[in-house]
């Protein structure tokens, strides 16, 4: 009988876990069974109970959970720095958000902006603290689009006819979505990179198991396969 592994990930890996999977089931003869979202999702299905061999989320998530005492202490591996960025449709013209006078500029032009969750999603929280940094939180308001996740929200996003549509979340999520582009990291010094990493459930029935899942994801081998995810 194959061995499944569950793996609870933060929708901005989705994309990295997805390509290593025909490697993984080749090298070790064991499936993934995926669980993709927001990192406060993540974080909530592995504390009720969901089942989870390997957890990925923001680096400090994972080391807050390891000390409370959810994920074992080794190995906690960091996959890469993931930045967030702004999404156009495929073809568009990118808009400028070179700097803070172009990005208001661009954030107040557009008809539509797509978001992951602005609670439980590190970009969408961060992309709602910019808006109030930026002073245009109630003029965008109504223009604001937001969706469980990263992934969901881009995939909206692609679907959309609406000419000059946004979207805004992790860059490796809209490099993983056809029909979109990758404008652009926000300008510092509303920026955000963030560390992911991965780590062994301590309810994992495949300890082993999941730490080879890990040490493909990390290793050397993959480099490629990161970089193209959009991991620095």
Partial sequence: MSRTLHVLCAGAAQGL????QPRFV???????????????????????????????????????????????????????????????????????????????????ATPALYLPDIVRSTAGAHVAALLERLGVREAIAPKL????????????????????????????EILYTPGLAL???????????TVYSAGVSKTSNDASLAASLIAMLCGAETAALRREAGFE
């Fill in 17 to 20: 876990v997805q390509a290593v």
């Fill in 145 to 172: 689009a937001i969706f469980a996740n990263g992934a969901t929200a881009m995939a909206a996003l692609a679907a959309t006819a609406t000419a000059g549509a946004l979207g805004c979340t992790q860059a490796t």
């Fill in 26 to 108: 080749e090298q070790f003869g064991a499936t993934i069974e995926g669980r993709f979202g927001a990192v406060g999702a993540m974080r909530e299905a592995l504390m009720g109970g969901a089942p989870c061999d390997v957890l990925i989320v923001t680096d400090a998530m994972l080391r807050a959970l390891s000390a409370n005492g959810g994920i074992d202490a080794e190995p906690l591996a960091p996959i890469g720095l993931v930045r967030t960025g702004v999404a156009i449709l495929a073809g568009a013209a990118p808009p400028r958000i070179d700097s803070a006078e172009a990005l208001r500029a661009t954030l107040l």
């Fill in 183 to 193: 404008a652009g990291a926000l300008p510092d010094p509303f920026g955000l990179a």
